[in-house]
Each structure stands twice: as structure tokens, then as C-alpha cells.
């Protein structure tokens, strides 16, 4: 039932920001969902790389803290991440999804940062 959609991604140049957008569908609890973006390049496992609470707490993996910014909105039932100072090491398929629970994967949005 619930499913999830990614959007935004594309081709920045090296310190270039890009906006990505997860929105959850097939349910009325998203305020509930501790909700995570993950990325994958070929050959390499999914990374996660933001979390954010039901409170708006974020967490961040090393390598994109200070660059990355993990946000929700409950009334369009998004949550954002909004990645600055893109680097090549950045490129990869982003992906969402709920804590705990891994709903089926949506399709994913290609970030490729290329000089």
C-alpha cells in the first residue's frame, strides 16, 4: 500500500546543489515514519545517508555531514534532501525509505556530479 517515489535528482557540476524529493503515498501516518535516504552505485551495497525522527532530528553519515540537509513536510508527506557542494563521490541512485520497515523500494533519482 504505501509506496514511495523519488524525484529531483540529475546532473550537477562539482559544487553544485541539487533538491531530492521522497513522497510516501498509501498512508495517513507519515508522522509516524522515521524515514532514512539511502544511495547505490554499482557494485557497492546501499549506504545510508540521512535519518530523520518524527521530531525532526536528523543524523547524518560522515561523509556528507555539513553538506547534506535531511527535512520533512507533513503536508505533501515529503521529505527533502537538499545536497550542497556536490561532489563525483556523491554520484549515485538515492533512494528513501521508512525505518524499520523497508517498504518496497521506489525507482530511485540518479545524482551524477561530473565535471
Known amino acids: 500500500q504505501v509506496q514511495l517515489a523519488e524525484s529531483g535528482g540529475g546532473l550537477v557540476q562539482p559544487g553544485g546543489s541539487l533538491r531530492l524529493s521522497c513522497v510516501v503515498t498509501g498512508t495517513n501516518f507519515f508522522n509516524t515514519f522515521v524515514m532514512q535516504w539511502f544511495r547505490q552505485t554499482p557494485g557497492n551495497q546501499r549506504e545510508l545517508v540521512a535519518t530523520?525522527?518524527?521530531?525532526?532530528?536528523?543524523n547524518y553519515a560522515e561523509s556528507v555531514k555539513g553538506r547534506f540537509t535531511v527535512s520533512r513536510e507533513t503536508a505533501t508527506k515529503t521529505v527533502y534532501l537538499q545536497m550542497t557542494d556536490l561532489r563525483p563521490e556523491d554520484t549515485a541512485v538515492y533512494y528513501c525509505?521508512?525505518?524499520?520497515?523497508?517498504?518496497?523500494w521506489g525507482p530511485g533519482t540518479q545524482v551524477t556530479v561530473s565535471s
Open positions: 530523520i525522527t518524527t521530531s525532526s532530528n536528523t
Open positions: 525509505n521508512r525505518l524499520g520497515v523497508s517498504y518496497a
